[in-house]
């Protein structure tokens, strides 16, 4: 099945400094979906990108939905402690009768040192 | 209560045990999910009701039993479990399925399960 690469696996960093991550696929979506889980809580929608280049931002965070439909990336501007916490993203089709199916990344491990 | 609620937050029991996972959501959508939360996997996804129907049945072994008696509760019955199935449980929900402009799903916070 779909695979996604979510790099990279943990970062540690100051806070005040900015963060990316991205994922990449070796096939196409038409959503992309990022999340935040944090520890001992199920995963929270941050942004969701429907189409090819769209670049979407919520507060400091800003995402962009790659124009080959094969990658994402998400950049955190800024970082405070509460960014700590695991981000994913997320893949999604949206054709035939399976639409519902997301791929999940395996996630990037964000550690905001004060 | 809003969002998507899931009751024990943590179980655990024994391989000979029989329990129950309960899901409930309060944002009236039409689709519910489970999916398995192991460490340095990718979710996993287990089941997947719409309208309380079952469409996906993702080659989960029989001792996992997904019930969905309405479109806001959904339930995991274990039994005979091993210590492998040790993780967290994570029930979601949707707004719509099958090229209906499906919603992001919006996750509950999970049942920690250990088998011992």
């Known amino acids: 099945g779909q695979q996604l690469n979510q790099s990279p696996q943990s970062m540690f960093i100051q806070e005040g400094e900015d963060v990316s991550m991205n994922c990449t696929s070796s096939?196409?979506?038409?959503?992309w979906l990022w999340y935040k889980q944090d520890p001992g809580e199920g995963p929270v929608l941050l942004i969701a990108?429907?189409?090819?280049?769209e670049l979407t931002s919520n507060g400091r965070l800003t995402a962009q939905f790659g124009i080959t439909r094969k990658d994402s990336f998400l950049n955190i501007s800024a970082s405070i402690p509460s960014d700590v916490g695991i981000y994913f993203c997320?893949?999604?089709?949206?054709?035939?009768?399976?639409?519902?199916?997301?791929?999940f990344g395996k996630g990037t491990l964000l550690t905001v040192n004060p | 209560e809003t969002g998507v609620t899931q009751t024990p937050r943590h179980l655990v029991m024994g391989m000979t045990n029989k329990k129950s996972l309960k899901c409930e959501q309060h944002?009236?959508?039409?689709?519910m999910y489970w999916y398995k939360q192991s460490a340095k996997k990718p979710l996993e996804l287990m089941f997947v009701?719409?309208?309380?129907?079952?469409?996906e049945n993702n080659s989960v072994p029989s001792r996992f039993s997904p019930e969905c008696p309405n479109s806001s509760h959904l339930f995991l019955h274990l039994h005979t479990l091993q210590p492998e199935d040790s993780a967290l449980y994570l029930c979601?929900?949707?707004?719509?399925?099958?090229?209906?402009?499906?919603?992001?799903?919006?996750f509950g916070n999970g049942t920690r399960l250990t088998v011992t």
């Open positions: 979601a929900s949707s707004q719509g399925l099958r090229g209906q402009g499906i919603s992001p799903l919006h």
């Open positions: 096939s196409i979506f038409n959503t």
């Open positions: 990108l429907y189409k090819a280049g």
């Open positions: 997320a893949g999604q089709l949206n054709s035939g009768g399976s639409n519902y199916k997301l791929t």
């Open positions: 944002l009236g959508h039409n689709a």
């Open positions: 009701y719409s309208l309380e129907e079952r469409v």
